[in-house]
């Protein structure tokens, strides 16, 4: 399994709009923070989760070319936007809707902002056609599952997703834009070789997981890594490296992060 972390900021990314904190003018590329989202392949299935406003500067940076299923966690902006450049890979299956699986509340998004694409086909070639499904407890393909489970996140609760790979039995757990891990998500989540959890900044915030927070959380579930994202301009990766506890690491944009036997490699 392959697990790449397309974007790895919050929905105001890193560099912010006029800031000049040591973060936002670093040189160092792995403070420079699109909005969350990761690609995931298991022996040739291609999994996108989420589609962040630079979707299309992701793919291309990361050279996604194909895309089998798409899970939309839930219809915040930074998660959601963009969409539209789901069109291309419409294009890449004849024209045929790309299923979106997400929540009832991800389904009532997408219907808002992109009514146009509700459709079996687009309605030309070059558009997108999207067929709105609630993700079910589990998908289940020849190459592994995907398991879902609900996260408080505010006034929604967001999908969590713990996918594994049929062929090597690898399991990565990814917890993103949740405010605390209920016991049935940590049950799910127990096993896996590595977890990415919403570590957004130092202070308490009232739909998310600070960094402590986030790092009880990865040790009552136990994985022998466990890596943060949806990171705020606060949160240097150099600095915050060195004061993370054993196990626990800070995700970047482009690492791509590979769950085979033997262990984990990034």
């Avoid at 923070?33 to 291309?60: K, N, W, Y």
């Avoid at 499904?133 to 999908?159: A, D, K, W």
């Avoid at 705020?232 to 690491?249: D, F, K, M, N």
């Amino acid at each position: 399994m392959e697990v790449i972390f397309m974007g790895t900021g919050t929905s105001q990314g890193v560099p912010m709009i006029a800031c000049q904190c040591a973060v936002c003018t670093s040189a160092d590329p792995r403070n420079h923070r699109t909005r969350a989202s990761i690609h995931v392949v298991m022996d040739g299935l291609h999994i996108q989760v989420d589609a962040a406003p630079e979707f299309r500067l992701q793919c291309l940076r990361e050279k996604v070319a194909q895309l089998d299923v798409f899970i939309l966690t839930h219809g915040h902006n930074d998660h959601i936007t963009g969409m539209d450049d789901l069109r291309r890979f419409c294009d890449l299956r004849d024209g045929t809707a790309l299923t979106v699986h997400t929540t009832d509340e991800g389904m009532a998004r997408v219907l808002a902002m992109f009514p146009y694409a509700i459709a079996e086909r687009p309605v030309s070639k070059g558009y997108a056609a999207f067929k709105l499904v609630e993700m079910p407890p589990v998908l289940e393909f020849p190459q592994g599952s995907i398991r879902s489970t609900l996260l408080p996140h505010g006034g929604i609760n967001t999908l969590g997703l713990v996918f594994q790979e049929k062929s090597s039995g690898k399991k990565f757990a990814y917890y993103n834009d949740c405010k605390r891990i209920p016991h049935e998500a940590v049950a799910l989540a127990k096993g896996a070789d590595a977890v990415c959890l919403d570590g957004l900044r130092v202070e308490p915030h009232p739909s998310h997981m600070n960094i402590e927070e986030a790092c009880a959380a990865a040790a009552e579930i136990g994985a022998p890594v466990t890596y943060l994202t949806h990171l705020t301009h606060r949160i240097g990766h150099e600095e915050w490296s060195a004061r993370l506890p054993r196990g626990v690491q800070l995700a970047y944009d482009g690492l791509r992060l590979h769950l085979q036997a033997g262990g984990a490699r990034a």
